[in-house]
Every structure is written in C-alpha cells, then in structure tokens.
C-alpha cells in the first residue's frame, strides 16, 4: 500500500500528522505563539473522542482502558507539554494502522485461500468454448481446464487421465493422479496438458466454495480478545495512575506526573493480544484447520476434555462392504442402495459404491425419509424398505436376527415389505493417525471420551484400538448434546463429522468438525473445521492455541513490564515527556513483533501452492480411481 493510499485508509492519522507539519511551521514564523493551541487543541479534541470512545466500551461491559491515554494527552496539554501530547496523539491514531498492517501479515495464510478462488470457467457449447463467470455453471456442463489453471466447480473427469495439485484442499505436496471418472474437486490445480470436466455441482456447493466461505467467517469476525487485556486493564491503570500521583505528591511538580502517564499508555494491552491471535489462525490455517474466531483459540487453550465422534472422524469415514447376508443378496444389496441415497450418513456411500461395484441396477425412490443416527425407509418398486440399524428396523419388520461379527465391523440391517431382508455387513477403517493423536492429547492431561451411534461392540474395539478408554454407544444426537453438557472438566472440544454431528458441536465449548469432504452441517456449526483428512489436525491445533495465548500474554507482560520500568524512571524527573513519548512507540513495536511469533517457527512458513508452475514435478503421484 503507497503513503498516500495508507494516509486516505486512516484519516486521523493523515490530520495528525497535518497539525504537527503546521505546528512545526508556525514555529519558524512570528505567529509562534499559535503553535500551542493548534498543536494542543487538537490533542485535546483527540482526547475528547477517545474519552466518548471510551464510555462506550463501558456501556458495552469493556474496561476502558483508554483512559490512562485520555489522562495522558489531557495532562501532557495542560502542563504546557503540547508536542509530547501529540506524539500520544499520533500513537493512539495509528495503532488502528499498526494494528492492521501486523494483522494483514498475520492473516496470509487465510487471505491466499480467498485470492485463489476460481472466477472463470471454459465451457463447451455447441462447437465454441465460451468463458462465463463461475456462478454461471450449471451441473453438467462440459468444462475445459487449460494448464495450470484452477477447477472452478467440483467435477468429473473426462477423456483423458490428469495430474492435479490438491495441496491446497488435502495438504498432498506431490501430484495426484485421477483417472478417467474420478471425482475432482474444485480448487485443485491443473497439471501440464488441458482436460475436459463434466460439472457435478454449481459453484456455491463446490467443496473450494465451501472453504472461501469458512475462511470470510475466521477474517471477518472480530477476535473478541478484548477480555486478555481486560483482565490486566484495570491493575494497570490503578498502577499507573498510583505512581503518577505519587510522583507529583513528592516531587510538588505537576510536570513530573504527565511524564509518567506519557510512558503508561496501553497500546501493548489494546494490539498484542489482536495481533496474536490473528497470527495463531494463520498458523492453524497452514496446518489444515480454519480457525473461526481468536476466541476460539483462547478456549482451545484451556481444554481439559476431547470428545471424538468414530465414522468419519477416528475411523477414515469410506467403509467397504464385505459381506451380504441375505437370501437373494442382489436384491437386498439393489433395495437398500436406491434407499440409501437418500442418506446423509457415511455408510449409505459404501452401500452404493457397493451396488455400484457389482454392476446391479439401482431402482428409483420415493417417499425417502431419514431418522438420524439410525436408519431411512422409502418406497422403492412398490415396496416399504427400511435400512438401518437392528432396533430401528425392528419397528417395520419384527423380530430381527442379531448378527456375529468380527471386531471392527458393522451392520446395517434391511426390511422389505415389512419383513426381514437381511443385512449388510461393513468394515470402516480406522485412520492411521488416530493412536497417536489420541496418545498426544493423554499426554497434554486431556481427559478422553468417544461418542458414537455404533453398537457397543464395535465402539469398544475402536475405542482399544485408538486408545480411549471411556466409550459411550448408540448414541442419537440428543445422547451426545447430554454427555457434552454433563462433562465436568471443561473446555470441552467436540470433533465429529455429520449432520448428525451438529448438534453437539454447536454446544460445545469449541466444536471442531471434520470437514475435508466440503460443506456439512458440521462445519457451520462447528467453531473451527478440519480441511484435511488427517484427525491429528485437532492434536497440532491444540498446541497452536497453547503458543497462541502463551505468545500473547507473553507480548502483553513485556509491555507492561517495560512501560512499569519508564514509568520509574519518569517519576524520578530522568524521562521528558517528548522523549518518553517517543519510547512509548519503541514500546508499541515491540509487543506487535512479540506478537508475531504466533505465527510459528520460520520452518512451518511456506508461500503456498503457486496457481501457475510450468509442471507436475516427477516425484511419486497418488492414484484416484473412479
């Protein structure tokens, strides 16, 4: 940003620094005597509105802790110090700037997703490749992705086989091969050499979409930080004001305690804090996690209890079917896919890849209806099917067969015509990273719980499996809002995946969805969402928050402690005023650069994936299959 655009962006700024190129001029002329009341009336006038700011921030329940600058400036003026009030002047004018600048570096990591969202896409029709503005994308249109350009819309991949750069969606350095009908999602890059797409979604479903919108909801809110300062406001100013007094009780030189007060001003209180934070979401950012407030973090910090959904986020979310149980097991396996796309849960996808496997055609459904955590009939040729778990079925057929399975596996049972239909038996993987993440939070002293809708057999094996010890099964939505609720060491953190997840998450302290697969209900309800497919992202978030507020108090206690020592050597008549005004900016600069250490080791900073590079390189790629 040039000088004068900076100068328009804050205007006070810009008229403070007005005042003082005319005070410096009147000084060179014979209408010197004006200088003090230009330069000190608009100190004043400044005063005067931070002094209503002020009030305000008390109606709203916020220290003011502006008032030891209001005291400052108010007093600077009336002892003739007219100059040294104005530097205050200019330091509390542009903090605001200061503030921004520091917060506009902190916060890269989550402006580069927004810069790299698609706004254009090449479509096929009739003979002509037409560019249209992303949102005019219809599912179904026939895309054109040239090199190195970004896929606008979630797609499919036609003709030909493409080598794409998921980095920014999944964390994959190296490319990922997709073959011919495999799924691409929007946001990745394309390799060296053109391919043809099918639209599968309109932009403002599509997963890249889904992540914008997350990351315009962790820049905009502001951090509600206020309250670390807070909690050091009051002391401060009764500490300032206690010295500076004193200063001029045994010195009899009102001088001497607008001197003090010049070098106690809270600016390291009112931008550290800010700044710290937005540099923790930064962080967190690169480490796959949108962080949706500071306050998040500030929480996070201080959690005491992780509760873990098991489908999609301790276990990888993608079971294979293994087995059909069932008299006719292609009718059954056909019955229960056409219901099961009307499914929200992580099963229903493996009952439909399996049917879809196994070449059967999968008849139209009607009247579909879903209970959460449980189960969805629908009318499919004719018949009532329900597919669900062995209780809900139960309701529409009877007595039905309990199934033996093995450790890690699961069934879905299936009625048709009201009667039993067998049974679908599934195994979901658990993801490799979960042991570890959990035996990371044990050692931090978290205290550890899994809630699932699963039978308790399969909870508890996934339970000794990762290492959680208290495993609470068959859970419906309201069952996990009543543990959350119930948990006696607190912050609790949630991480799920689901709709059937959201609930939960909304009410706890700090609710973490697993959202890598696009926009869930989860992830709006959640206050902070995971965009890679790796749990252990909930572990380094964790410890982000901890540096994250260690950094700023850290930043906040340096302040203090520097501004205590001027603060003695002005009360002893070492410091004029316009000197210590001038150390109080050194001041102000060092707790922002404190504060930027939030933004981690210089080793974990990297400038993202570049939208244009001349190609893939020739390192180990990934397959995607269809």
């Avoid at 394309?190 to 890249?208: C, K």
């Avoid at 069932?326 to 929200?344: F, G, I, K």
């Avoid at 062995?390 to 039905?400: C, D, Q, S």
């Avoid at 696009?518 to 572990?539: H, I, P, R």
Wanted: hydrophobic fraction near 50%; include cysteine.
């Amino acid at each position: 940003m040039s000088l004068v655009a900076l100068l328009r962006s804050y205007p006070l700024v810009a008229a403070t620094l007005v005042v003082a190129a005319a005070g410096g001029l009147l000084a060179l002329t014979p209408a010197a005597w004006l200088v003090p009341w230009v330069v000190g009336g608009w100190a004043a006038a400044m005063a005067a509105r931070a002094a209503v700011g002020m009030v305000r921030d008390l109606l709203a329940g916020h220290a003011g802790i502006d008032l030891l600058a209001i005291v400052a400036v108010t007093a600077t003026v009336l002892v003739g110090e007219h100059w040294a009030a104005l530097i205050v002047v200019l330091m509390l004018t542009g903090g605001e700037a200061l503030e921004d600048y520091a917060a506009h570096r902190a916060r890269a990591d989550l402006s580069r997703l927004l810069e790299r969202a698609p706004s254009r896409a090449h479509i096929e029709r009739e003979g002509r490749l037409d560019t249209v503005d992303v949102g005019e994308v219809a599912i179904g249109d026939v895309l054109v992705v040239k090199p190195n350009e970004i896929v606008p819309v979630d797609a499919v991949l036609l003709d030909v086989p493409a080598e794409l750069d998921l980095s920014s969606l999944t964390g994959e350095s190296l490319p990922v091969e997709v073959a011919v009908g495999g799924a691409v999602p929007s946001g990745a890059v394309n390799g060296a050499a053109a391919v043809r797409m099918r639209a599968e979604r309109a932009a403002v479903d599509s997963q890249y979409q889904a992540i914008v919108r997350l990351v315009e909801q962790a820049s905009e809110q502001k951090a509600r930080t206020v309250r670390l300062a807070d909690r050091y406001a009051v002391p401060f100013t009764v500490g300032a004001l206690a010295i500076a007094g004193a200063a001029w009780w045994l010195s009899g030189d009102a001088t001497r305690f607008a001197e003090v007060l010049v070098v106690a001003t809270p600016c390291p209180l009112l931008i550290a804090a800010p700044v710290a934070f937005m540099a923790g979401m930064s962080r967190a950012a690169r480490a796959g996690v949108v962080v949706k407030g500071g306050d998040v973090l500030e929480r996070l910090a201080r959690a005491q209890t992780f509760v873990f959904d098991k489908t999609g986020t301790l276990t990888g979310g993608e079971p294979q079917l293994e087995e059909v149980r069932a008299a006719d097991p292609s009718r059954t396996l056909s019955l229960a896919a056409a219901a099961e796309r009307y499914s929200t849960h992580a099963l229903s996808g493996a009952v439909l890849r399996a049917a879809e496997a196994r070449a059967l055609a999968v008849p139209d459904a009607s009247d579909a209806r879903e209970t959460a955590t449980n189960g969805v009939e629908a009318t499919v040729a004719g018949q009532h099917v329900v597919v669900g778990k062995r209780a809900y079925v139960e309701r529409f057929a009877g007595a039905v067969p309990e199934q033996r399975l093995e450790p890690g596996q699961v069934a879905v049972h299936v009625a048709i015509g009201g009667e039993d239909g067998g049974a679908l038996v599934l195994r979901d993987r658990l993801r490799p990273e979960a042991a570890a993440t959990v035996a990371a939070l044990r050692a931090g002293g978290a205290e550890l719980l899994m809630l699932t809708g699963d039978a308790r057999a399969t909870a508890e094996h996934v339970g000794r499996e990762v290492g959680i010890d208290r495993v609470q099964a068959d859970c419906l939505p309201a069952d996990k809002v009543e543990a959350v609720r119930g948990a006696t060491r607190r912050p609790v953190v949630m991480v799920g995946d689901g709709i059937n997840d959201a609930p939960v998450l909304a009410v706890a302290d700090v609710g973490i969805a697993m959202g890598a697969r696009g926009a869930t209900a989860a992830s709006d309800s959640a206050d902070a969402v995971v965009l890679v497919e790796d749990v252990g992202a909930v572990e380094r978030v964790a410890r982000i928050a901890r540096d994250t507020v260690r950094i700023a108090l850290q930043s906040i206690w340096l302040g203090i402690a520097i501004s205590v020592g001027l603060m003695a050597v002005a009360a002893l008549g070492h410091l004029p005023a316009i000197a210590g005004a001038w150390l109080q900016e050194l001041v102000d600069l060092i707790a922002i650069l404190g504060a930027l250490r939030a933004l981690g080791p210089r080793r974990e900073r990297h400038p993202g994936p570049a939208v244009e590079r001349p190609g893939a390189p020739a390192a180990r790629s990934v397959r995607m299959e269809p």
